[in-house]
């Protein structure tokens, strides 16, 4: 892609994911993602109504006046987007591919974030890193993100979660927000996303697409597996395929809502034929609920 193309691009993901941020998710965010502690911000005097257990004994026993510490939440968070870039990702049926819905949200989250004064970092890979970038703050930095997200051009195909997910918690040595863009087609990665699940709070996107589990009948066709080029061909109109492949569909979307069920893994499933605000409107007040 251009380099002209691709600046169109960020503009316009800058353009719409703003209006999104500013309407509807900044507050949301700030409400589900709190700080992981709170900082010292000063001692004043007592004031009828304080907490005792805040009493600096210690300042009071000096002045001769009760004094009282006063905390504020510390705010600053750290956000990772995780983004896979593997050939399954760049597949789309409807009006979008994958990895142009999953650059759109990455804006959108990055965006909410910076408003919340919060770092922003990104992580590509495949089955290998294929991009790092340190989480920072500010407006040039997201658009930096944004620019790599679009401009991207992996160097292989497949897709290792494990491996990625051994990065994260080697680089990330904080309690992280770990948003990760996924259709979650990989080898086996369930050890080490139950660790990172402990260690960070992390948020699984599937990205899925019609036609992972349903295919039109259309006669003989030749597939080639985008990420392991494997090669056959096949008859859709016979109804035991047809059977064969909505029920591997079904079974690959059960098995992973059962693993993100067993170790309490936030998700949010984002279809290439829908809008995605739905799915994350729907998020936010289902966490907000669970953290009141």
Do not use: C
Request: overall charge positive; charged content about 30%.
């Amino acid at each position: 892609m251009l380099s002209k193309e691709i600046f169109k691009k960020v503009r316009k993901i800058e353009i719409v994911t703003s209006r999104l941020v500013n309407d509807i998710f900044a507050g949301e965010y700030h409400s589900i993602f709190k700080g992981h502690g709170m900082e010292f911000l000063e001692v004043r005097e007592y004031s009828l109504g304080d907490d005792v257990r805040t009493i600096d004994w210690n300042v009071s026993a000096r002045t001769g006046n009760l004094h009282v510490k006063k905390f504020t939440e510390e705010r600053e968070l750290s956000v990772m987007l995780m983004i896979d870039m593997s050939s399954s990702s760049r597949f789309g049926t409807v009006n979008n591919l994958k990895s142009d819905i999953a650059a759109e949200l990455s804006a959108l989250i990055a965006f909410s974030a910076i408003k919340n004064n919060d770092k922003v970092g990104l992580i590509i890979f495949t089955e290998k890193i294929e991009k790092f970038i340190p989480p920072k703050k500010g407006k040039s930095h997201i658009l930096r993100i944004i620019w790599e997200i679009l401009s991207f051009e992996p160097e292989h195909n497949r897709t290792d979660l494990d491996s990625a997910l051994h990065f994260v918690n080697s680089v990330l040595k904080r309690k992280s927000i770990v948003f990760l863009l996924s259709d979650f087609i990989s080898p086996d990665y369930s050890k080490s996303l139950a660790i990172t699940n402990k260690r960070h709070d992390v948020i699984a996107l599937t990205m899925t697409d019609p036609r992972d589990n349903q295919i039109n009948p259309a006669g003989f066709l030749y597939l080639e597996d985008s990420e392991t080029g494997e090669e056959v061909i096949v008859e859709t109109t016979d109804p035991l395929f047809q059977k064969k492949f909505q029920n591997q569909g079904q079974k690959e979307l059960l098995n992973r809502k059962r693993l993100f069920n067993s170790i309490n893994l936030d998700s949010i499933e984002i279809n290439t034929d829908k809008p995605y605000t739905n799915s994350l409107v729907n998020f936010f007040k289902t966490r907000m609920k669970r953290f009141r």
